[in-house]
């Protein structure tokens, strides 16, 4: 089935965003009406993608409802918060993933993720919604990230490990199995993290430590 898709944010990742969607089987690029961003983008950048800036979200209300939405924003947060405004507005989200990735049969994954070249899923994973990977991600056995959790490239999640809703873990970090980073929660990059992360907490290292709050 054919339907529009928009962007929501133009920085670098809503721009890799596209990339991947044009890299997908049958893809139509008559179907991307263009992004969506409340900032101020780069419009040069956008424009040699041969696209447009449509305004911000407010817009998001005036689009047709058969309109499916991809957000291209890092911050799990604000992800979140865009996620329910489009959502009110009686749109659908659309899952973005890259044809180079191996992802198990059995793994689950949530609506409006987006899955970057490189990503390795293995068995029995579950993503949440508008979950994150970046490029070159492992994720070990029986894994689970719950919503709006973002995974910077070159990641390894060791199997049975957990990150909470909205965690970011940065890129080239590492987490032993059965490790859980809570809600909120921030690994920097190339930490290695040996044991549990408290929600909101900031952790960096190796081995990783608590460094601040971040609520």
């Known amino acids: 089935m054919s339907y529009p898709i928009i962007i929501i944010g133009a920085g670098g990742f809503g721009r890799h965003a596209l990339s991947i969607l044009r890299m997908t089987t049958n893809w139509d690029d008559s179907r991307f009406l ?3 961003d ?25 689009l047709p409802k058969n309109t499916h939405y991809v957000i291209g924003i890092g911050n799990g947060r604000i992800r979140e918060q865009i996620d329910r405004t489009a959502v009110q507005a009686g749109l659908q989200p659309e899952t973005v993933i890259h044809p180079d990735t191996s992802i198990a049969p059995d793994a689950n994954i949530g609506k409006g993720t987006i899955i970057c070249a490189g990503a390795r899923i293995t068995t029995n994973v579950r993503l949440g919604r508008q979950v994150h990977l970046n490029m070159n ?3 070990g056995h029986d894994v689970n990230i719950e919503p709006y959790a973002t995974v910077f490239p070159l990641v390894a999640l060791g199997g049975e490990s957990r990150i909470g809703g909205r965690a970011t873990i940065g890129a080239g970090a590492t987490l032993n199995p059965g490790i859980t980073a809570g809600d909120d929660s921030y690994v920097a990059s190339g930490a290695v993290v ?12 190796v081995p990783a430590t608590p ?5």
């Open 34 to 36: 263009g992004f969506i």
């Open 38 to 62: 409340d900032g101020q983008p780069d419009i040069e950048r956008i424009n040699r993608l041969n696209t447009k800036l449509l305004g911000s979200t407010e817009i998001l209300t005036t």
């Open 137 to 139: 991600v492992t994720v």
């Open 194 to 205: 040996l044991g549990d992360i408290p929600p909101s907490a900031l952790v960096a290292g």
């Open 211 to 215: 460094k601040k709050f971040l609520n």
